[in-house]
C-alpha cells in the first residue's frame, strides 16, 4: 500500500470513478466528506476507504482532515451550469478551491491535482480548436460555471507559485455515468431507451470517455508537470453525432437526430430564466437557460494532444465511450 491519497467530491460521478480506480489500484484512499452525507455509489467499497469530515467551503476544517495525506485529488465543485447558482458556484468552485490550496500547502501535501474543466479555459470560435494556451479574451461565451472555474483555477495555481506542488487538468465534457438524473449525460441514455431521443442541438463539444478521465487524472498525479494543465478529451463531436452514437450504444436504429430549431429554443429559455429566479434553491434551476442555449448552439472543440504526448492518456474510440456510458448504467441499476 502506498502514502494516503485523499479525494474532494468522492462521491460525485466523476470523484465516484476516481476513487474506485484508485482504491483498485492499492491505494490507501480518503475521501472528504461534509458530516452526514452518504457515499453514495461508493458504498459497495465503503470498507477500504477511510471517511474524514471536513467542508471546502469551511477552510478550518480541511487542516484535521489533510494531516498525514501525501496526495489530494480536488474535484468538489458545483457543477450545474446555470448562472442563477453563481454565488453557490463561487463559494464552491472558487473559494473551496483557494481553501483546499491552501489546507495542502499548509499540511505539506506533496503534491494536488485540482480537476478544473475546458470551460475554464474559454469557448472558442467554431471554427478554433483551442489548447490549453487558448486566450480566454477571446473567448467566444462566458457564463457564471466558467467564470468560477476560471478563478478557481488561478487562485490554486498562485499558490502552486507560493510553494505548494499543483498539476491542474482541464476535462471537456465527460460520459460518466450517475449525477443529477435532470442534467446528467445519463438522462440522454433514458430518452433513448425510451426511443424519444429525435433531435439534437445545433452545436458540438468535446467528449472525454469516464476511463480516459480517470487515466488522465492520475496519470497527471503521477506524471504532470509542477504549474502545468492538461485538456482531457477524447474527440470532437456535434450533438447530432453524439445523438447517432448513444441510440447504437442501447440497441436502437443508429439515425442522425434532427437538429433543434434555434428560434424555440431560446424561446424557452427565457421563460426558464425568469422561473430561476424564483427558485430558492438555485441547484433546483431548469438547464435550459440562455446561458445554455448559447453553448449548445455552438461547437466547442479542444485540443487534447499535450496530455497525450506529456502523460500518455489514453484515447477511447467513439463508440466505446458510449457503450461504457451504457453499460455503466446498467451495473449501476442492478446494485
Known amino acids: 500500500m502506498t502514502n494516503s491519497v485523499l479525494v474532494t467530491g468522492a462521491t460525485g460521478c466523476l470523484g465516484t470513478e476516481l476513487t474506485r480506480a484508485l482504491v483498485s489500484a492499492g491505494e490507501r ?129 498562485d499558490v502552486c507559485a507560493d510553494g505548494l506542488d499543483v498539476v491542474v487538468v482541464n476535462p471537456s465534457a465527460v460520459f460518466a455515468p450517475g449525477g443529477d438524473p435532470r442534467y446528467a449525460w445519463s438522462r440522454l441514455v433514458d430518452v433513448a431507451r425510451r426511443g424519444l431521443l429525435l433531435a439534437m442541438p445545433s452545436g458540438g463539444t468535446a467528449v472525454c470517455s469516464a476511463r480516459d478521465f480517470v487515466d488522465g487524472t492520475i496519470r497527471a498525479m503521477d506524471r504532470g508537470q509542477r504549474g502545468r494543465r492538461y485538456i ?59 446561458e445554455n442555449v448559447d453553448l449548445m448552439t455552438r461547437r466547442l472543440y479542444y485540443d487534447q494532444q499535450r496530455a497525450v504526448s506529456e502523460l500518455g492518456i489514453s484515447q477511447t474510440p467513439v463508440q466505446r465511450i458510449f457503450c461504457d456510458l451504457v453499460d455503466s448504467e446498467l451495473i449501476g441499476a442492478t446494485r
Open 29 to 157: 484512499v480518503a475521501i472528504l466528506a461534509k458530516p452526514g452525507e452518504g457515499l453514495g455509489g461508493l458504498q459497495p467499497i465503503a470498507s477500504e476507504l477511510e471517511v474524514r469530515l471536513g467542508d471546502v467551503t469551511e477552510p478550518m476544517s480541511l487542516f484535521g482532515a489533510f494531516h498525514g495525506i501525501s496526495r489530494v485529488y480536488h474535484l468538489a465543485g458545483i457543477v450545474i451550469p446555470v448562472n442563477a447558482a453563481s454565488d453557490l458556484m463561487w463559494q464552491v468552485n472558487t473559494i473551496g478551491s483557494y481553501n483546499v490550496a491552501c489546507a495542502a500547502k499548509a499540511t505539506r501535501v506533496d503534491r494536488l491535482v485540482h480537476v478544473s474543466s475546458t470551460a475554464a479555459i474559454g469557448y472558442p470560435a467554431d471554427a478554433l480548436i483551442a489548447s490549453e494556451e487558448f486566450d480566454r479574451r477571446d473567448s467566444v461565451a462566458t457564463n457564471a460555471y466558467s467564470t468560477t472555474k476560471y478563478w478557481g483555477e488561478k487562485l490554486v495555481t
Open 232 to 290: 482531457l478529451s477524447s474527440a470532437n463531436l456535434t450533438y447530432q453525432t453524439i445523438g447517432t452514437e448513444i441510440l447504437r450504444a442501447v440497441g436502437r436504429e443508429p439515425v442522425v437526430p434532427r437538429l433543434l430549431p434555434t428560434g424555440p429554443l431560446w424561446a424557452v429559455s427565457r421563460t426558464n430564466a425568469h422561473i430561476a429566479r424564483l427558485r430558492r434553491d438555485p441547484l433546483r434551476s431548469p438547464l435550459l437557460v440562455p
